[in-house]
């Protein structure tokens, strides 16, 4: 019998085995145990109750936009963020061996899998069925044993699974990727020297007029450049905003610091969620 994980070796990830959630662990922490989990609730958990070390976490795609259900969590969690990743997202046409393009009917995955193939789907004349994640389409078909139905799924799960790939790369875009973020329940204390560091924080501003404007323009008189705002309704009320925010720079330095001191004038909610390392593929982008 295999000796169970130590905490300290286990990363949580939402989805089942061979999700890209879990492709992006062994891509970050090849070394880590993957824990599989139910519901972005249930990974968060798994890190807050010291059953993983940390958790990877998609937050935005370059084709689908947010996660939105991860932006209501993140207020009420406890963790801090210590780093991020970018995916590329290569999807695979998988299918049950002895299968073929001629035997497939229809093909399943999650509704963005299959939104992100519309194209080479229609072209091909198969029938899109929307399933409740990627691996667990793959997981289904490996199941079925079915010809006539496919999944669009990484390559790691049709490895898990058995599966073969008719078709690789099936994405309609090429810039299709997913920005994941790493939780833990301590902040990262030692931050490289030299490089770019992310902040990432949320804050609600008071019901004043302008308060929005006059919070960018702490930033902006400061020179800190921020590189993602989103807001979304708290509670469903129209009259409460909250706001994710991404910016360059660490809150001891003097510039980050004078916009924060200026922020705390037109806010009454303010949490860093975290300071990290600038993922190199964000550099590149510049």
Same mark, same amino acid.
């Given at each position: 019998?295999?000796? $169970?994980?130590?905490?300290?070796?286990?990363?949580?990830?939402?989805?089942?085995?061979?999700?890209?959630?879990?492709?992006?662990?062994?891509?970050?922490?090849?070394?880590?145990? $993957?824990?599989?989990?139910?519901?972005?609730?249930?990974? @968060?958990?798994?890190?807050?109750?010291?059953?993983?070390?940390?958790?990877?976490?998609?937050?935005? *795609?370059?084709? #689908?936009?947010?996660?939105?259900?991860?932006?209501?969590? /993140?207020?009420?969690?406890?963790?801090?963020? /210590?780093?991020?990743? @970018?995916?590329?997202?290569?999807?695979?046409?998988?299918?049950?061996?002895?299968?073929?393009?001629?035997?497939?009917?229809?093909?399943?995955?999650?509704?963005? #899998?299959?939104?992100?193939?519309?194209?080479?789907?229609?072209?091909?004349?198969?029938? $899109?069925?929307?399933?409740?994640?990627? #691996? !667990?389409?793959?997981?289904?078909?490996?199941?079925?044993?079915?010809? +006539?139905?496919?999944?669009?799924?990484?390559?790691?799960?049709?490895?898990?699974?058995?599966?073969?790939?008719?078709?690789?790369?099936?994405?309609?875009?090429?810039?299709?990727?997913?920005?994941?973020?790493?939780?833990?329940?301590?902040?990262?204390?030692?931050?490289? *020297?030299?490089? +770019?560091?992310?902040?990432?924080?949320?804050?609600?501003?008071?019901?004043?007029?302008?308060?929005?404007?006059?919070?960018? !323009?702490?930033?902006?008189?400061?020179?800190?450049?921020?590189?993602?705002?989103?807001?979304?309704?708290? *509670?469903?009320? @129209?009259?409460? +905003?909250?706001?994710?925010?991404?910016?360059? !720079?660490? $809150?001891?330095?003097?510039?980050?610091?004078?916009?924060?001191?200026?922020?705390?004038? @037109?806010?009454?909610?303010?949490?860093?969620? !975290?300071?990290?390392?600038?993922?190199?593929?964000?550099? #590149?982008?510049?």
């Amino acid at each position: 019998m295999q000796k $169970p994980s130590h905490p300290d070796n286990i990363i949580a990830f939402q989805g089942e085995p061979g999700a890209y959630s879990n492709l992006a662990c062994r891509n970050v922490f090849p070394d880590m145990d $993957p824990l599989p989990c139910h519901t972005f609730e249930d990974v @968060f958990s798994a890190v807050e109750s010291g059953q993983a070390k940390y958790a990877m976490i998609p937050i935005e *795609n370059s084709v #689908a936009g947010r996660v939105a259900a991860i932006h209501h969590l /993140i207020p009420h969690s406890s963790l801090h963020i /210590i780093g991020e990743h @970018f995916q590329r997202i290569n999807h695979h046409l998988l299918a049950i061996k002895g299968a073929s393009m001629e035997s497939l009917k229809t093909v399943r995955s999650h509704e963005q #899998a299959l939104g992100q193939c519309r194209k080479n789907l229609l072209g091909w004349g198969f029938e $899109p069925d929307v399933y409740s994640d990627t #691996a !667990g389409a793959a997981k289904l078909i490996s199941e079925l044993q079915d010809p +006539t139905v496919g999944a669009i799924a990484s390559s790691l799960a049709g490895e898990i699974y058995g599966l073969q790939s008719l078709q690789i790369n099936i994405e309609d875009a090429d810039h299709n990727t997913t920005r994941f973020v790493i939780f833990a329940r301590d902040p990262l204390k030692d931050l490289p *020297n030299k490089g +770019t560091t992310v902040t990432s924080f949320v804050f609600q501003v008071r019901n004043v007029p302008a308060a929005l404007y006059k919070v960018m !323009g702490g930033f902006a008189t400061n020179g800190i450049n921020m590189t993602k705002l989103e807001s979304y309704q708290l *509670n469903a009320a @129209f009259v409460a +905003t909250l706001f994710y925010a991404d910016i360059e !720079g660490h $809150p001891d330095d003097i510039g980050v610091k004078h916009a924060f001191e200026e922020m705390a004038f @037109f806010t009454h909610e303010f949490r860093v969620l !975290g300071s990290y390392p600038a993922a190199e593929y964000r550099l #590149a982008k510049k």
